[in-house]
């Protein structure tokens, strides 16, 4: 009987041990954001140029891109941050593997935004090509097709969360 009964309160540890150590769940993770304009070609009109980082999985109407707005001019890039949602295991404390975003340049193109998708590395910079989402007003046929938006994104990892300089470049004509 004492056999069976260290037998039982052996696996039962176990099973504890093992269920809490594997068990994920969501969390909310607020990844931050510095985003700067760079616009060799001047298409833009002198000062500073409105902009917003938003998530996108939350909406992507031109209302929602608004909520954030912001701007950004030489010297004083625009900074704001969001929470999103991410899968963790018990114990997880890196950041998300993936963040994703929506970048709205209405002086730019008023019609969409475009799409910030990526998996950051700690301490690297990527070069991407955000793609264009239209809003429910945008048409190819009778607007003409955008082009996607190159990025520069540099990531820096803080406990769970990302702290991403975006760089942005406004390709010339």
Not at 17 to 35: D, K
Not at 66 to 95: C, W
Request: aromatic content about 8%; charged content about 15%; overall charge positive.
């Amino acid at each position: 009987m004492h056999v069976l009964r260290r037998g039982l309160v052996t696996a039962a540890c176990l099973l504890a041990i093992t269920l809490g150590t594997t068990s994920c769940g969501t969390v909310l993770i607020t990844n931050e954001f510095s985003a700067s304009i760079a616009d060799p070609g001047r298409r833009l009109p002198g000062g500073p140029t409105e902009i917003s980082i938003f998530d996108s999985a939350m909406g992507q109407s031109a209302d929602w891109a608004q909520k954030s707005m912001g701007s950004t001019s030489l010297g004083q890039p625009y900074t704001t941050s969001f929470k999103s949602t991410a899968t963790k295991f018990v114990g997880d404390g890196s950041p998300s593997q993936q963040v994703r975003a929506g970048v709205s340049i209405p002086q730019y193109q008023s019609k969409g935004y475009f799409a910030l998708q990526l998996s950051p590395v700690d301490g690297q910079s990527i070069t991407l090509q955000a793609p264009f989402i239209g809003y429910y007003d945008y048409s190819a046929a009778s607007d003409g097709a955008v082009k996607p938006l190159p990025m520069t994104v540099t990531a820096k990892s803080a406990d769970q969360a990302w702290q991403l300089t975006v760089v942005i470049t406004i390709p010339a004509k």
